[in-house]
């Protein structure tokens, strides 16, 4: 599957309105079926029924909704936040966290953890609902990736970060003005996530050979199989900016690199 496709996939999933089509089909099913129900007690039954068919939905659409939301890999304040982003209340009980390929599970979700729609929970070594396994420190700071499986040891969700990461971001683009800089401000670089991960980019750098350089700030991430632009200075959702009063490339300006958090090279990008 190429990557269009899998973007394309992604993006129909993360757009679809869940609550809104499952709602239209269960209120279709019940009216349908309560109609052809001459008594009560077949009226009880065909609403079982209906409320059997219902968890049945939701059930398949928690992985969807249910993802890996930030990881902090500071030893003095390790945790994973996981964020319902659905509908639906998700009983998150035998859902397991892993570490990379480890066979051991670093956290289990015990009997009655729901999650609430919008809501973030967290797993943290303090003191807390909570609580990891395993004693601190628990995260490489070399990267790692970091697995959210469901109590049938699915894949949910999947954050990785630093090594781990740096097959799956490149620079795909860069637009740079050459008649006088005439909208300069708008010069920028693209990058990519091929991945179907969360790629965590807090303090990555963007670094232009004789030329500026970028840091992300804390808690920035890529979706899955999506893009990011970084302007020169221009403001727009979902993008950053250098905020550079000057161009941010030169006639020098022959190289562009992606360095990850331990400023180690993940992608360069040549231009002419």
Request: hydrophobic share 35%; charged share 20%.
């Amino acid at each position: 599957m190429n990557f269009e496709t899998r973007q394309n996939m992604a993006n129909e999933i993360w757009q679809t309105d869940a609550h809104s089509a499952l709602d239209k089909v269960h209120q279709q099913i019940k009216i349908n079926t309560l109609n052809t129900m001459p008594n009560l007690q077949n009226q009880r039954h065909a609403h079982g029924a209906v409320q059997s068919y219902w968890h049945s939905c939701f059930k398949l659409m928690a992985p969807l909704q249910v993802q890996i939301d930030y990881v902090s890999t500071c030893e003095a304040n390790e945790c994973i936040e996981i964020k319902n982003t659905g509908p639906a209340i998700i009983d998150l009980e035998n859902w397991y966290i892993e570490i990379s390929d480890g066979q051991q599970a670093l956290f289990t979700f015990p009997k009655n953890s729901y999650i609430k729609p919008n809501q973030i929970i967290k797993i943290e070594q303090q003191q807390s609902t909570f609580m990891f396994n395993s004693p601190s420190p628990l995260f490489s700071q070399k990267g790692a990736q970091i697995k959210l499986l469901d109590a049938e040891g699915s894949v949910v969700s999947c954050w990785i970060y630093g090594r781990k990461a740096h097959n799956s971001v490149i620079i795909s683009h860069i637009s740079h003005d050459d008649l006088a800089f005439k909208d300069s401000h708008r010069d920028h670089i693209e990058l990519i996530n091929l991945s179907t991960y969360w790629v965590d980019l807090s303090s990555w750098v963007l670094s232009i050979k004789d030329g500026l350089t970028f840091e992300f700030p804390k808690m920035s991430k890529m979706e899955p199989c999506s893009e990011i632009k970084i302007y020169a200075n221009h403001i727009e959702t979902g993008a950053h900016s250098f905020n550079s009063q000057s161009p941010i490339f030169n006639h020098e300006s022959k190289t562009v690199s992606l360095l990850d958090n331990n400023k180690q090279l993940v992608n360069e990008y040549h231009f002419a």
